[in-house]
Structures are given as C-alpha cells and as structure tokens.
C-alpha cells in the first residue's frame, strides 16, 4: 500500500488532473492499494484568501477554514471522477470523511489522530482513496486547516495510520538537491537523506519538505519519498539510515536571504532575561532563528538575534518596549543579511568540519556576522550580497557536485 | 425568527456579499433572529460543472455532487465573515452540519429531514446562522446536492423546521408578475399570490420559485415572501390564503416558448398503451407536459403530448421504439410551438374564464393547437410567433394590468 500525495502546481489545471490520474492508474495496475493526497488546484488557496479580504478586514480563523477548505474539497473529486474516467474505481474523502482528527486550532490544527474506517473500506473495495489534503475536523466536526505544509502533513501521517509501505511527495522538483539549483548549476539530487537531516535543512531555507511531515515520518518510521510529478525518475528517499557511503559527508547547503537581525545592546547579565526578550515576539507569531549570546563582561551581555525581514518592523517594536524593562542600554539592528547553513550526520564529532566552512568563507572574503551550531548543521550569518557566492563556495569545498547522480 | 434566502445573483460578487451581509444586518438590528441560506456565487457552480467535464467525460454523479457542493460552502463562511465584519455575531454551516439530511440519490436528493440543533444552538448565542443552501448529507455523511430549486428548497424546509414566521426568498426580480416584464411591459407586481396559483405558474413557465420549494411551504404553511436583493420594497406573498378581492380573478398569464409536440397516430384504445409509452420517457428523464388523447373512434385514437424542444430527438427515438410495440400506425411531430396559460383560484367553478380565453385568442386570430386544464389553470399550445401577442391579449382581456400596485 502506498500513500501519494500531489502538490498544488501537479493538480494545477485540468490537463495536469489527468496526467496525475494516469500515473495513480499505474500504480494502481502494478499491484498496489494507492490512497492519494491532493492539494488546492494551483492559485485557488491565494484566490479564496482574497475573496475573504475583500469581504472582511480580519477574517475570524474558522470561517476562513471553512472557506479555504474548499480548495482541496473541489481537487478530490475531479481526482476520483477522472480516474473512474480511465477505469481506475475511486472515492473522494473530504478529510473529516477519511478520518482526520484535529486539535481546535483553525488555520493551525495539529492531527490528533486518523480514523481510517472508510479510507480501508474503499481499499477492500479496491478502490483508490483520493483524500482531499491540509484539512481535518474536530470531534465536534468543526472543520479546521492544518496550515502550513499541511497537505504533506496528511499523507504522511495518513501513511503513518495505514501502516503503508512508503509515502510518495509528488512535487515540481526532482527531489532533495545539494543546493538551491537557481543558485548552484552544479547543485546534485540526493538519493538518500535522514529525517534529522531533512528537518535541518528544512530549517534553513530548503522548502520542498516541511518539517512538521518529516517529523511524522521519522516517528513512525515512514520511508517518504520526494519526486517530480512532470517525469518518471526517483528522486530523494527520506529514510533513517541513509547508505553508508553517504554517511560521512556534508549533505546540503541551503539558504535563506530575506533575515535581519536585531541586538539587545548591554543587557543586565541576570536570569530570566531572554525569556523576557523572546515570549513577547513567541505571542505574536514571530519566529526567531538564530540567537547568539555574547560572553558576558562586568555583568552586562549584547544580545542577538535574527528574524525574517519582514517581520523585522513588528519584531523591533515589542523588543524596544522590553528593553527599557530588562535595562537594556538599547537596541540596534540591521537588514540586508542572508543565513547560509550547511548539513549533514556526517559532521557529528567531526570538527573540522566548522572549520573548513569558515575557512572557505575567509577565503573567498566573506565576513560571518553571526554564527549558530546544532549537533548535523553549521549556520553563518552573512551579507545578502555574499550569500550566492557563500553557498557556491561551500558547495565545491564539500565535493557536493561530486555526488554520484541516481542511477 | 427569519429565514432568508439569497441566490446566486444576489451573492455574485465581493461587493454583492456586502450589501447582502448590510441587509442581513439590519434585519438583526430590528430584533429579529436570522437564519441565511445562501447559493452557489454567480457562475461558480457551472465553473465547476465545467471542470469536471474537463477531467471526465460522464462525471459520476456522487463525486459531482461532492464538487458541485464547494459552490455554496464557499459562499457560507464569506457571508459569515463579512456579518462579523459588520459587528453581527455569525456562523457558517454546510449543509450536512445544518442538520439537512436527505435520501441517497446524488444530484436530486430529497430532504428526509432536518435536524436543527446547531442552528439552535446558534441562535440561542445571540448569532446569524449561514447556512450553505443546495445540499445536504445521507444518514452516513455522504454528501448529495438537491438539484434544481434546491437552496430555495433548503429554506424554506428550515422555515418549516424551525418554525420561522417566514421564508424571505431575495432574487433579481421584484417577485411574482402577472406576467413576464420582458414580453408585457404593462405587467404589474402580485402582492399575494396562493400555493396553489404559485405551483401551476412555476409549472407553466415562471420561473422565479421552484415548484419544490412551494409545496413545501404549502405543507407546513410557512409563508414565502419573494422579494428583490436590490431594494427594499416588498415583493410577493406566496400563501394559504389570498386578501378576499383578489380571489375571483385570474392571477397571471405564463408561458413557455421551447415547445415540441408528438403524436402516435391511430393507437389501439386499450388500458396500457399510455403507461407503454410514458413509463420510458420518465425513466429517461424527460418531463412530458400537456397530454391530450382525442375521443376514441373505431377502436383507435391520437395520442399527443408536448415535450420541451432540447428533449425532442432522444423522446421521438423512445417513442419511435414504442409505437412498433402499441401496434401504432406511426408518429408525427412538429417544433416550433409555445404554451400559454392563464392560472388563479378564481377560476375554480366559473367557466366564463376558459370561454373568454379562447374568445380572446380567436379575436387575435391566434390558432389553438391543444388545450389543457387544472382547476385552477387553462394552458393553450400555439405557434411560437403567436405567443408573445397571445400572453399580451390575455392579459388585458383579464385586465391583469389593472392590479393595483403594491403600496
């Protein structure tokens, strides 16, 4: 049994529909159960959200779940009737019909559980399940919206419930690349990535995965399969254990150019200050990235951190309040900055790596504003202007365009 | 408590949404409990038909419906978003949450009841229930759509559910005419009009009500008042009982121009000839209209009916078909015909009526080609170009233009 979930650009129109429906036909023919995930055809999300600001100035968060809904609602069905069409029997499932069970959260509901009753029953049946993606409901049936990377987040998860044998994410890229491939020509598809390397990479700016499924997967041991839905080739398996030749090496260089950062100048060195800092911003949605903490001196600390560009004038607003509470001397920030990581298990106890990046980065005159480390991933803040140049750099210094292309 | 109505026309666009919601808000405003039922937006429902012809040659039915739905759930939530906008507590139901549960035949589901409790529930908290009109769901939450009248159909079964005082039906006419506007420029605006009267003019040609959706209110009497989204005046009651001097008149004059006529020529006269022919037609969906079976001579007889023009080929087929079987000695047919009728209570037992018809239509050397009554109703078929000058002699002939105008 396999899992397959279509993105929004597969199912954009009604040709593309039908190229979706031949290749579930295939599958289907090949011997396998298949229950496919679908998204909003194309722009259909962005339209129903400017439907609802053109009628309301804050539209209330159920109401605009029960409007967006409709985007995956109206796929589901073209999917089922087009593969009826080529002989393939089929049942569209709104996702409260297939099961999914979600937290109270509109516009962010978290998957509380599947309820996979009659997602199984049309399988028995031999039929395709086609589940509409990115939407649950409540006990109550209260409709919600799982946010963002939701639709991929229902296939896993869905994959997860059925106990399937593999979820395939069918999207507009080949796979996982090396690099953004707009940036590096050079860039190479990975056959093979971790979940924690995924999760990482996602983190940083690669955009194909969200993390949130990725997670799912690595919990419940699902094999998520990232590939094109415009050719036939494999692209990136996401797995556990990835082969033991890729082990030992950087995965990825990924990249993210729209961040600004902001300092806390001279704050009191005492408990409970970051906290002061970052719940604030946490309430109000904003997410801070990279947070550096300089050596306090004489009892007094500067305080960095990111966020992303557009969400710097918010940010600054409700950290200039704070500063005057935890008395701070004030505050100074700048934009224009672009955070460049690189990726991979293979760096766990293996320092030279770091180095190497820095290295790199110093050779070709790049100056790193700020660093940031976790256990398989290197970050350096840099100038927007030196991001390309940085990630091409790295990517020769790790022999990432050496990678063997799949078979 | 009301229950209002508002069509595709009336919640074509964005701005349209407006001024429906300011409406709506008023009505709350006068101390009034509201419940919206709400239409597909202007051509949203035939998009979508569009798309599924797109993907699939013979769309089946049940994904249909499950597509056709998103028309009016897409409506619901931005009419319960604009109401919130407006300071008007809110709530958008789909049909299936609304209670609406109907028998299992997509496309033309009946409604077997409605179970009103969230719509009760809303109220109670003080809010305007938006309900998604057109659809509803089997007992195992299999979504069906109503078929044609359904939303005005949804309202007014949720008036009778509910116990509203009324059903207000808002549309893009002014309500019920004596005749139509575009064929007689003297027609005058009804400000009463019978169940009864209502269901023989829907039935001949008017088609501002669903002749469903009139039985209904008949039923449980709930009154209907048909009335403009585009301005305040009132429009037309549909009730038990019209004001006493109205009541011995005729109440309109409707007709209907793509008519066909076939005739089975000399049939035998024996019981089942009339069941042979008709029972395949219903079973393929083709409304036959005025039937007339001419005096029996010699043991044989004409039989002739009308069906509407776009059926003509596949009814001449089945008929064709029969005719071999019920020993005919063959068929005829002929296009090109209209039907005309006059129709009001006031006809009941007072034969003049039908008289001064056909008086009426001699005078304007109008040929009749068959004739068929109700109680409360006369029709004439004649020539298609004769029809416009028939609807408008008929209607002076009644003196229709001399209804006074509403205040």
């Not at 990115?134 to 799982?146: K, N, R, S, V």
């Not at 050719?231 to 990136?236: A, F, L």
């Not at 022999?399 to 078979?407: F, G, M, T, V």
Request: net charge negative; charged share 20%.
């Amino acid at each position: 049994m396999i899992v397959q979930k279509y993105g929004g650009t597969s199912v954009g129109t009604a040709g593309r529909i039908k190229r979706v429906c031949r290749r579930i036909a295939e599958t289907v023919r090949s011997g396998q159960q298949v229950v496919a995930v679908v998204s909003a055809m194309g722009h259909t999300t962005d339209r129903l959200i400017a439907l609802a600001q053109r009628v309301s100035e804050t539209p209330p968060a159920r109401e605009l779940d029960m409007l967006v809904a409709n985007g995956e609602t109206i796929t589901a069905p073209l999917v089922a009737m087009c593969l009826q069409g080529l002989g393939v029997p089929a049942i569209s499932l709104t996702g409260p019909q297939a099961g999914v069970r979600t937290s109270r959260q509109h516009s962010k509901a978290r998957i509380r559980e599947i309820r996979p009753e009659r997602i199984l029953e049309a399988l028995e049946q031999g039929k395709v399940a086609v589940v509409a993606g990115f939407q649950g409901a409540t006990e109550d049936l209260e409709i919600t919206t799982l946010g963002r990377g939701g639709s991929d987040t229902t296939a896993v998860a869905l994959a997860a419930a059925l106990g399937a044998d593999a979820c395939e994410i069918y999207t507009d890229v080949d796979g996982i690349l090396t690099a953004d491939p707009r940036v590096v020509p050079e860039a190479r598809l990975l056959t093979h990535i971790g979940y924690d390397e995924m999760l990482e990479l996602a983190a940083v700016g690669a955009k194909v995965m969200h993390p949130r499924a990725v997670e799912i997967g690595q919990l419940y041991s699902v094999p998520i399969h990232v590939r094109s839905s415009f050719h036939r080739r494999t692209g990136t398996m996401i797995v556990a254990e990835v082969p033991m030749e890729d082990r030992n090496r950087v995965r990825g260089v990924a990249h993210e150019k729209q961040v600004a950062k902001i300092t806390l100048l001279s704050v009191p060195d005492r408990p409970g200050v970051a906290a002061a800092v970052f719940e604030p911003l946490g309430a109000h949605g904003i997410s801070v990235d990279v947070i550096v903490q300089n050596v306090s001196s004489e009892g007094h600390t500067d305080l960095t951190f990111t966020v992303a560009e557009g969400d710097l004038a918010q940010a600054l607003a409700l950290v200039e309040g704070v500063a005057k509470e935890v008395q701070a001397r004030g505050t100074s920030h700048s934009l224009g900055l672009a955070k460049v990581s690189v990726v991979g298990t293979g760096m766990l106890g293996t320092p030279g790596i770091a180095a190497r990046m820095f290295r790199t980065l110093a050779e070709a005159k790049i100056n790193i504003e700020m660093i940031s480390t976790s256990e398989i991933r290197i970050t350096c803040i840099v100038e927007r202007e030196d991001a390309e140049r940085a990630v091409n750099a790295l990517h020769s210094a790790f022999e990432l365009d050496q990678i063997p292309a799949p078979a």
